[in-house]
Every structure is written in C-alpha cells, then in structure tokens.
C-alpha cells in the first residue's frame, strides 16, 4: 500500500462538534475502503491567502495514511460532497528508500568522468 497525505479546509464557521464529525466521516471512509494508519493532525484556523467562497480564514486539518488509489477516490468523492470543505488536495508520500535512490543517482550524475592521461 502506498502512503498519502489528504489536507483539507473546512469554513471557520464550522463548530467543533461538526468538524469531528466530519474527520470521523472521512477516517471511517478510509478505513472502509481498505485504508490504514489514519493519522488526524488539527492545524486549527488560519488566514487564506486570499478569499476562497467568501471566506477570508480556513481550519486546516492533515490526514496522513496508507491505501490504494481506490481509497483516495473515495476520500475525494466524501469530500466533493461535503458542503462545509472549501479546499482539499491530496498527495503521495516519497518513500525513505525512494529519496535515498534518487539522492545517490543524483550525486553519481555528478561526479565528474575519470581521463586517462597517456
């Protein structure tokens, strides 16, 4: 399985009891289309960088778990279809051994040619 985050803002208006609502809505949606390893991290309420739908500010919560791509599509379509999420993206995690691949690739790419002097 592969590692996603999914980010998502909420209106500032939502109450606390509707915003964990909705995180178990979409930790109960991963779960239930073969995800694992939900993590929920509340950022809390932050200004936009600008307006989206009116709104100035924005409560940002991070998902982090393992699934297939069927599994985000759910998590998405839950999403698409929530009143009260103004924006969501989600991303897949690097893998550890991926990023310590590419950084050896990249240095062998540089290293430079040895001559031969005759």
């Not at 929530?82 to 062998?108: L, P, S, W």
Request: proline content about 2%; some cysteine; charged content about 30%.
């Amino acid at each position: 399985m592969q590692g996603y985050d999914t980010l998502l803002i909420t209106k500032p208006t939502l109450s606390a009891l509707d915003v964990e609502g909705l995180v178990k809505k979409v930790t109960v949606s991963i779960e239930e289309f073969e995800g694992s390893s939900v993590n929920v991290d509340h950022w809390g309420v932050k200004r936009l960088a600008y307006e989206v739908e009116k709104c100035r500010e924005g409560n940002y919560i991070l998902f982090t778990y393992d699934g297939k791509a069927t599994t985000v599509a759910k998590v998405e379509e839950v999403l698409n279809f929530h009143g009260d999420v103004i924006r969501f993206m989600t991303t897949k995690q690097v893998k550890a051994a991926n990023k310590a691949a590419a950084k050896a690739a990249k240095a062998k790419a540089q290293r430079k040619p040895a001559y031969n002097q005759d």
